[in-house]
């Protein structure tokens, strides 16, 4: 018996015949012996083209099995084919209904999938086919930060050492990151009408120690970056940094950015990693999200937003390590999920982590440019939280977090104006929720919200207390899966001590807005408006309005 199905492109104009990477396939059970036909097809001049693609028998546990790869662009529709006497119509709502253990089930109900071109030219397709369906987020590219130096634990996303000829089975990755941006002073600040360049290098080796030498659940990371830029932020008049890439002096620099070794335990609920690191990361930062972090490099950020509040809390900004800054420490950290029975995708539970790290930053030590010294300041920072994704089918829907956390900084510690503390500390908190979805797919399209606050008891600090929110819209169109748009939203009380001596207002504003577009593979651009109605540093006119448009190219 043979049964035929009749996939139609009703757009023409949107894909071509030849890249259409579609095979539908349906198994009927083991003893009826039967085979599918696929065909394909455009409308084009009001005439019908159909090509075969494959003939696929296929057998799965005795059941009636659909498969069905959908290019990302295409709206493909399953139409009756006049050339059967027998035909089952299947509509998108039956294929929803296809159940769960199904090959390639996580296909059928997303429309971000797209197929190995080898499986769509294969002269036998069945030899490449293989169940998509597992426990591990969906390898998308999508809402991705707006400084990736700042947030991915592992650069870039791997493809350089595909680039340069590795299996996708080898130990070693190799992965990369170029952003670079422009930025304008509209009007108001300290220097108006002045035009900023800043730019970023990271390239990064990883070696997956249990693959390479047998060492269980070890991984080995080495990176290195290479910055160039301007003093944007001081044009502005901004003391929280409206432009995250700028991280202050020196402007020029190449340095060994981050050097650790990570070892899990427990199945992967404990875990211990020693190194030159970037705590802030790890600590107060509400751009990560829970619910994909086994491709921490692929679902980046649940914010796009550029200024540095997404990834340094004010109240923190001058102590904790980080951007461009990394430092020497230990981390460690447990979390109640991730044994064999729970789905990395649906994280629930508690977890907590802690470090100690090089403090010499809050003294002005360049520590991303110097080698490690424990005898002097040390920062330490702890942090309890809670993620939930409470629809386990639907992981998408839903998820959110929340954090506190406390910190603690050695001295001594001055400040320009003579001001003096032999410590200080201080505390954050945070919550991220995904509050709705645009549209029915299984992609991560929607809402997602969040908001921050710190402060400290510091003389010596820049900021003693800070206030933030902000929305981000994640692919609104569904035509344009891998956009976002946001705006979000930062107040800081600043140190205005005349014994501090930084010369700034008792306090600063900002706003900004972004659109972040996908232009082509993992290529980005990031039209960003920033406005500051009050600026932080004293003598900048407001408001200060500031235009940056950012380039971002993961690799």
């Not at 639907?394 to 001295?411: D, K, L, M, N």
């Not at 945070?430 to 008891?457: A, H, I, M, P």
Request: glycine content about 14%; charged content about 15%; overall charge negative.
């Amino acid at each position: 018996m043979v049964t035929q199905y009749f996939l139609q492109n009703p757009c023409c104009s949107r894909l071509k015949v030849n890249l259409m990477a579609l095979i539908l396939a349906i198994a009927p059970g083991i003893f009826m012996g039967s085979q599918s036909i696929v065909w394909a097809g455009t409308i084009s001049n009001g005439e019908k083209e159909i090509s075969t693609l494959s003939a696929l028998p296929f057998i799965h546990n005795q059941k009636q099995k659909l498969e069905i790869f959908l290019d990302q662009t295409s709206d493909f529709q399953l139409s009756e084919s006049h050339e059967i006497d027998r035909l089952t119509v299947l509509t998108p709502a039956m294929i929803k209904q296809w159940p769960e253990d199904s090959l390639n089930y996580d296909n059928l109900v997303a429309d971000d999938f797209i197929v190995p071109e080898e499986i769509s030219s294969s002269t036998n397709p069945l030899e490449n086919l293989k169940p998509a369906h597992s426990k591990s987020p969906r390898k998308v590219m999508v809402g991705i930060s707006g400084n990736p130096a700042a947030s991915n634990m592992l650069v870039g996303t791997g493809e350089l050492g595909r680039w340069l000829g590795l299996p996708e089975d080898s130990p070693l990755r190799l992965g990369g990151i170029f952003m670079g941006n422009v930025s304008q002073q509209i009007s108001g600040g300290n220097q108006p009408g002045s035009t900023d360049l800043n730019g970023a290098l990271i390239l990064g080796l990883g070696i997956d120690l249990e693959k390479a030498v047998g060492w269980k659940n070890a991984f080995f990371e080495v990176e290195g970056l290479q910055y160039n830029g301007q003093p944007v932020n001081l044009a502005a008049g901004s003391v929280q940094g409206y432009n995250s890439i700028e991280a202050g002096p020196p402007l020029n620099r190449t340095e060994l950015y981050q050097l650790w070794l990570n070892q899990t335990f427990l199945d992967d609920r404990l875990s211990f990693r020693v190194g030159k690191l970037i705590p802030s990361m790890n600590f107060g930062y509400v751009g990560r999200p829970f619910v994909t972090q086994t491709d921490p490099q692929l679902f980046t950020s649940t914010t796009g937003l550029l200024y540095t509040p997404v990834f340094v809390g004010p109240a923190m900004l001058g102590f904790i390590p980080g951007y461009y800054n990394s430092a020497f420490g230990l981390y460690g950290a447990w979390k109640s999920w991730g044994g064999p029975g729970d789905n990395p995708a649906t994280p629930n539970g508690w977890y907590g982590q802690a470090g100690i790290y090089d403090g010499r930053g809050a003294q002005g030590v360049q520590t991303g440019l110097v080698w490690p010294n424990f005898s002097g300041p040390l920062f330490k920072v702890a942090e309890i939280g809670g993620t939930w994704t409470p629809y386990a089918d639907a992981p998408e829907v839903g998820w959110g977090s929340v954090a506190v956390g406390g910190w603690r900084q050695s001295g001594p510690l001055t400040a320009p104006g003579g001001a003096f503390e032999s410590q200080t500390g201080g505390m954050y908190a945070y919550l991220v929720q995904k509050l709705g979805k645009f549209r029915e797919t299984k992609d991560q399209n929607g809402v997602v919200g969040f908001v921050q606050g710190g402060w400290n008891s510091s003389s010596t600090a820049l900021m003693h207390s800070s206030f933030g929110f902000g929305l981000t819209f994640i692919a609104p169109f569904g035509d344009r899966p891998l956009d976002s748009y946001g705006f979000g939203f930062s107040w800081a009380r600043l140190n205005a001590n005349p014994l501090a001596g930084y010369g700034f207002n008792s306090y600063e504003t900002m706003l900004q807005f972004y659109a972040q577009y996908h232009l082509v593979g993992n290529l980005f651009i990031q039209p960003v408006l920033t406005v500051l109605p009050t600026p932080g540093v004293m003598g900048a006119t407001g408001p200060s309005i500031s235009g940056t448009v950012q380039l971002t190219f993961p690799f």
